[in-house]
């Protein structure tokens, strides 16, 4: 009897250390669905202080130079405000760095990979790719786990994050870490919300209220066409259906934004059908105003040269183009009324918060 | 002549800062017995009606009056008298942006398929506003939302064949 209330009061204890994934506080403002979290990776706030720790630590490059932060910075809504990201030994990525902002809701990842919907598994990219290196820990990897072994904070948080764990310092326990982190990089609490969802009519200009209008308009901006909803990009949430496989392709279009060589094909780098050439996914619009240059590779500096992008109804021919994409009537007015919607997405406070800063820099 | 000139550019103004504004009615024209304009405190004086979306996992209410109701109140036919000719009738929706959609008139009738479209004037009890229009439509059971249609100015009842 008294062994099994030991047991009661050591499991209580573990369970409130650890948090468990039933009460995970994620802190949404009201109405705002819960994201879908895999049941081989439940959330708890230990696990989330651990990713963060290893989001922002450059052990996770093989030469101690790059962390997930370098490409992935806070105060640009987690892009790196480069047109190719730039891997610790110098090379240049094919494509820009997304936005992890609500990465939790994505139905896939990255720009292009319509079958990789597993943070845990994407984190493994970075990581490991070669070609190009980007943290290049391929060949490394036991050093690297020795390198964690080694830190004081690890040796407090990873028992922590995985109380039932015997092997605690393994690459899986890394990136389910990191992909727990992620998941809390939510935004949704930008000027636009406060006018939206809860009708602070005073919280977003009458230019923003004016672009919202061409945004949304079937007529004039079109714009919600591929950027839908709260997120202005499809979502995946707690209790959503899986996607079906033939609508694994939904928000991947091809925009005749480029000419689309080779690495940068878009879908068909994947799946190597015709009719994918060209296809990029539409990304959340959350924060835009700060996760420029624009487009899978950089090739837009400006919110302005994408509208005119799209104001033409796409820059080049290409015979896989969306056919939402038409030539708009949009005044200059129009556009500077979109540029005024964009920018009352950036969400502050998102930027800023300490939930989601450096925790190797004391404050 | 600078005068007149003043005037028409102070009227164009004018129309354009109006365009912005979201309709303060919604008209119902075209073959009905009783052309409409119906304002927001008339909708309320009707039967009201919900209808529950969820769009990306966030659900909203929306209330107002059920389409058949409206039309209804234009003395287009409806249940036992929608047959013959009457059943070539169509309902064209129209956006203050100018985006159309149609319904034909036999799918509004429940006397002849469930099928609720509710042209609505609040959501999650505050009245619509911004993007959404003073009125909108809300076909709550199309998968796509391509006939919901926002800003909602104008109902049409056209009969093809009398």
């Not at chain 1, 060949?139 to 922590?160: A, D, I, S």
């Not at chain 2, 000139?5 to 009783?34: H, N, P, W, Y």
Request: with cysteine.
């Amino acid at each position: 009897m008294k062994t099994s209330a030991s047991r009661v009061v050591l499991f209580t204890f573990a369970m409130v250390a650890a948090g468990t994934a039933a009460d995970f506080n994620w802190n949404l403002p009201k109405g705002f669905p819960k994201p879908a979290v895999p049941p081989a990776n439940p959330m708890s706030e230990a696990k989330v202080e651990l990713g963060r720790y290893l989001f922002y630590d450059t052990r996770l490059s093989f030469n101690d130079k790059e962390s997930c932060a370098t490409c992935h910075k806070q105060e640009l809504a987690f892009t790196d405000g480069r047109a190719h990201a730039e891997g610790t030994t110098g090379q240049l990525h094919p494509r820009s760095s997304m936005s992890l902002v609500n990465v939790a809701y994505a139905t896939s990842l990255t720009w292009a990979n319509p079958a990789l919907d597993s943070l845990e598994e994407q984190a493994l990219g970075p990581m490991l790719n070669t070609e190009p290196i980007e943290l290049g820990l391929k060949g490394h990897e036991q050093e690297f786990l020795e390198k964690l072994r080694r830190e004081p904070v690890y040796q407090r948080l990873f028992p922590l994050a995985f109380p039932d764990e015997a092997n605690l310092y393994t690459l899986a326990n890394v990136t389910k870490a990191l992909a727990a982190f992620e998941r809390t990089i939510i935004s949704m609490r930008s000027p636009y919300d406060r006018y939206r969802w809860s009708g602070d009519m005073a919280a977003i200009s009458d230019a923003a209220k004016r672009g919202e209008l061409v945004f949304s308009s079937s007529e004039r901006g079109r714009c919600f066409r591929c950027h839908d909803g709260w997120n202005f990009s499809s979502v995946r949430y707690a209790g959503s259906q899986e996607h079906p496989a033939e609508d694994s392709m939904r928000g991947f279009f091809n925009t005749g934004g480029s000419l689309y060589a080779a690495p940068n094909r878009g879908v068909y780098e994947y799946t190597k059908h015709a009719e994918d050439l060209g296809k990029f996914r539409a990304p959340t619009l959350r924060n835009v105003a700060v996760t420029g240059p624009y487009m899978h590779d950089g090739s837009f500096a400006t919110m302005e040269e994408v509208i005119d992008h799209y104001a033409v109804g796409g820059k080049y021919e290409d015979p896989n183009k969306s056919r939402i994409l038409q030539p708009l009537k949009l005044s200059e007015g129009d556009k500077k009324d979109l540029v005024e919607f964009l920018k009352s997405l950036t969400d502050d406070e998102l930027l800023r918060d300490p939930r989601w800063s450096n925790p190797w820099v004391k404050q | 002549m600078k005068t007149t000139g003043a005037l028409l550019f102070l009227m164009l103004i004018s129309c354009c800062v109006r365009a912005q504004e979201a309709a303060s009615v919604v008209q119902v024209t075209g073959d009905v017995k009783q052309a409409l304009s119906l304002s927001a405190d008339d909708l309320a004086r009707m039967p009201r009606a919900t209808v529950r979306t969820t769009n990306n996992g966030m659900e909203t209410v929306y209330e107002g009056v059920w389409l058949h109701d409206v039309l209804k109140k234009a003395g287009v036919p409806e249940g036992s008298e929608l047959r013959g000719k009457a059943l070539t009738t169509y309902v064209l929706a129209e956006a203050q942006d100018g985006y159309q959609v149609v319904f034909s008139l036999g799918e509004l009738d429940p006397a002849f398929v469930d099928n609720e479209i509710l042209l609505a004037d609040t959501a999650n009890g505050k009245a619509l506003f911004g993007a959404q229009g003073r009125f909108r439509l809300v076909a709550g059971k199309d998968k796509p939302g391509a006939r919901s249609v926002r800003l909602l100015t104008r109902i049409e009842v056209v009969q093809l064949r009398k």
